[in-house]
C-alpha cells in the first residue's frame, strides 16, 4: 500500500506556523498575559476563548456519537467513530488551554496540591478530565473486537451524554458569573451553549468526514 507524502510546500507552511507560535510564546513570556487581551476591558483572553470554541467543538461531536446508541438514530452510528475521535482531539485541545493559561508550566502542580473548590475553573477542569476519560473508554470499547464491547459502547453512551452537555454548562456558567456583561448572567445561557456546541461540533465532523471521503 503506497503512503503520500507531505508535499514540501505544506511542510514550509507548517514550519511557518510553528515558528510564528514559537515567537508568539516567547513574546507572552516577555511581556506577560496581558498581550492576550486578558486586561479590564476585554475579561477573556485568547486562550480562554480558545477553551471555549474547543469545548463546544468536542460536546458536539460527543453529543452526535452518544446519541447514535441512546435514541438508535442509525445515520449517526455510522459517524459515531469520527465523531468521538474529533472530540477527544478538541477537549485535549482545550485542556492545553487551560493549562497555558495558568501563566507558567510550574504552576500545573497547583491543581492536585491546592484546588480551589471555590473556583469555577477548577470545577471546568474536573468536569473537562472525567470528559477526557469517558472519551478514551469510549473509543477502546468501540474498536475492541471483543465480545460484549458494543454492549459496553451503550453503557459508556448513557454516561457520555450528559457529560458532554455537562461540561458546556458549567462552561456557561463561568460566563455567567461575569455579572457586570448584561445578558451574560442570564438563565438561558446553558441550553445556548448546548445548543452552539451542536452546531459547531456538528460542522467540524462535516468537514473532518469531507476530508476523509477524499
Not at 459515531?80 to 510550574?106: K, N, Q, R, Y
Not at 474498536?143 to 464491547?149: F, H, N, R
Amino acid at each position: 500500500m503506497e503512503t503520500k507524502r507531505i508535499s514540501r510546500p505544506v511542510m514550509v507552511v507548517l514550519a511557518v506556523i510553528a515558528a510564528a507560535g514559537a515567537a508568539a510564546w516567547i513574546y507572552q513570556t516577555m511581556f506577560g498575559l496581558g498581550v492576550t487581551g486578558m486586561n479590564n476591558g476585554t475579561s477573556w483572553g485568547l486562550y480562554i476563548a480558545a477553551f471555549m470554541f474547543f469545548v463546544g467543538l468536542s460536546a458536539g461531536g460527543l453529543i452526535v456519537a452518544s446519541s447514535a446508541s441512546i435514541f438508535h438514530v442509525t445515520e449517526f452510528k455510522k459517524v459515531a467513530l469520527p465523531a468521538v475521535c474529533v472530540s477527544t482531539v478538541c477537549i485535549c485541545c482545550a485542556g492545553m488551554f487551560v493549562l497555558i493559561d495558568l501563566g507558567g508550566i510550574g504552576r500545573v502542580w497547583r491543581i492536585l496540591t491546592g484546588p480551589n473548590p471555590m473556583s469555577p475553573l477548577f470545577w471546568d477542569i474536573c468536569v473537562i478530565t472525567l470528559y477526557l476519560v469517558i472519551n478514551v473508554v469510549y473509543l477502546y470499547f468501540m474498536k475492541s473486537k471483543k465480545p460484549g464491547a458494543q454492549g459496553k459502547v451503550a453503557v459508556v453512551s448513557r454516561f457520555a451524554l450528559p457529560v458532554a452537555i455537562l461540561v458546556h454548562s458549567v462552561t456557561a456558567w463561568i460566563f455567567g458569573l461575569q455579572i457586570a456583561r448584561e445578558g451574560w448572567h442570564s438563565a438561558i445561557m446553558g441550553p445556548l451553549f448546548v445548543a452552539s456546541a451542536m452546531d459547531s461540533g456538528l460542522a467540524l465532523l462535516l468537514i473532518a468526514l469531507a476530508w476523509m471521503n477524499r
